[in-house]
């Protein structure tokens, strides 16, 4: 190696290329990083979870104190009030889900003599003697308080109880109260193979097997929440029901749980309002005695009071100055920020903010129609979990019972069999129904639905929460019994808003004498 190639300059590296952005070297455009804002963490979401969580873990986390907040506004909260009483009414209506028998003979034709045996029979079963293991809640009142209970604590426990300890029909429903069921309970695996979570045994499917409660007995007022002396009762006498939000979750929430902390704070927002107004319309003030006058320290006086009339005004004694105390809140703004809360927390719930509300104000008819049409479409959703989580598989269990002790009397005095049970379990549920909104438009509508063969009348009949067989029944009825009275088809027709079209003669020859 020479001199020269000593001191010869070693060829310049090439210039490093900028490091790619982070989205970039993700293999995700800046652009389109942008548009998922709600996946950036910076200091505006710190708080913000980042972190999925299964539903077992969230339900064991947050569910007793999520329900234990539901019931204390349940108690407290006007609007929870509303919330749990418009689902009473709503979903079991003043009448409950009522059965429609719909028993078929091997010709297609309904058994009306079967029908009407079971109904009787189911509706003799319901009253509060035989429904209810107390012997006080009739059917309707079980169906009310289960879905007032899945509304306020997200799920409802009933046991179907059968033998002697049952009433008169040897088959009864008790409530239990869910908290029964601690949701802390969990084994991981039983001799059996089986597992325990939140109070739930299932098989390794994830399909119920048992029930653990602390105490299903009525004498024990305190249910030893979070011992391990847990009664076992099997899944075939238990029906657990709530709605699911999330897959693979086993307990419920309360249906109101994404309101509760918007009503906790109007509460206190509504109390602090009304105590300031209460202070402000008092027109309190206080008396200020200026330097120098006034009693000295260790003197004693009386304090100074004023009797405030109309139109009188009072001298104050030398020294004294009137400082007035006059707060000004509530004003204008409190009624529009309450109805935007109050429209929030109705958004949680699924019902319109005026039926929560009660407010009327300034709504058109166009608009609570749309609203009202809305929500009925969620009761009705409502309606159909509570006929698959109750009102079916209590009618299924009491059909056995009631068939194999030959209590289903028909009107002649016959009993229906028992080995006809596949034949008697086809039935049908009506809940209940609403009033037309604009009764005039909507009938019309009806009516030319029907006669354009769009829906058959069997359909609106059902609409209006009645059963389309006693509906004709009635309606042959109310025909004989008119005809028995000696009143013309003519004007029966017309009772009814038919009109009767006489035919015709047939044209006579010209040359018939």
Avoid at 77 to 96: E, H, Q, S, T, W
Wanted: with cysteine.
């Amino acid at each position: 190696m020479g001199v020269l190639d000593v001191f010869r300059r070693a060829p310049a590296a090439p210039a490093a290329e900028p490091a790619p952005p982070a989205e970039k070297a993700r293999g995700l455009p800046r652009r389109g990083l942008r548009m998922l804002s709600a996946g950036l963490v910076d200091r505006l979401t710190a708080s913000w979870s980042t972190t999925p969580e299964p539903a077992d873990a969230l339900i064991r986390k947050h569910h007793r104190v999520v329900v234990a907040r539901s019931r204390e506004q349940a108690a407290n909260n006007d609007y929870m009030k509303a919330f749990l009483r418009m689902c009473g009414a709503n979903i079991v209506g003043p009448n409950g889900i009522i059965l429609q028998a719909q028993a078929r003979d091997p010709s297609g034709a309904l058994d009306q003599v079967a029908n009407d045996a079971i109904e009787a029979a189911w509706w003799e079963w319901g009253r509060p003697a035989n429904a209810s293991v107390t012997g006080q809640d009739s059917w309707r009142a079980l169906q009310r308080m289960a879905v007032i209970t899945a509304a306020q604590d997200g799920e409802f426990f009933a046991r179907i109880v059968r033998g002697a300890d049952a009433g008169p029909w040897r088959i009864a429903v008790q409530l239990i109260d869910p908290i029964r069921c601690p949701v802390e309970h969990d084994i991981e695996r039983l001799d059996n193979g089986n597992f325990v979570r939140a109070g739930v045994e299932m098989n390794r499917y994830g399909r119920p097997v048992a029930y653990h409660f602390t105490t299903t007995d009525e004498r024990e007022e305190q249910y030893r929440y979070g011992g391990r002396a847990f009664v076992r009762v099997p899944a075939d006498e238990i029906l657990h029901g709530f709605v699911p939000w999330l897959s693979g979750q086993k307990r419920g929430l309360p249906w109101a749980s994404t309101a509760l902390y918007r009503m906790h704070h109007i509460e206190g927002w509504e109390k602090a309002a009304v105590i300031n107004a209460r202070v402000s319309a008092a027109k309190m003030g206080f008396f200020e005695w200026q330097d120098g006058m006034g009693p000295g320290p260790e003197e004693s006086h009386e304090p100074i009071t004023i009797d405030a009339e109309p139109g009188k005004f009072h001298e104050l004694p030398p020294g004294v100055k009137f400082n007035g105390f006059v707060p000004q809140y509530p004003q204008g703004e409190f009624p529009g920020f309450l109805k935007a809360m109050l429209r929030g927390v109705a958004a949680g719930m699924g019902v319109s903010y005026n039926a929560l509300a009660q407010d009327l104000e300034g709504v058109s008819f166009s608009s609570i129609r749309s609203g009202t049409l809305e929500e009925r479409e969620h009761w009705k959703e409502l309606q159909e979990w509570l006929i698959e989580a109750l009102v079916q598989p209590v009618f299924d269990a009491w059909l056995e019972v009631a068939l194999l002790s030959r209590r289903i009397k028909t009107q002649a005095g016959g009993t229906l069999m028992a080995e006809k049970l596949e034949k008697y379990r086809n039935v049908e549920w009506q809940p209940r129904r609403w009033a037309w909104v604009d009764p005039k438009a909507d009938v019309q509508a009806a009516v030319a639905s029907k006669n354009n063969l769009l829906v058959p009348a069997s359909t609106l009949i059902r609409e209006q929460g009645r059963d389309p067989t006693t509906v004709y029944r009635e309606i042959a009825a109310d025909i004989a019994a008119m005809r028995a009275a000696g009143i013309p088809d003519e004007l029966i027709a017309l009772s009814m808003g038919q009109t009767l079209v006489q035919p015709q003669a047939p044209d006579e020859p010209e040359d018939a004498p």
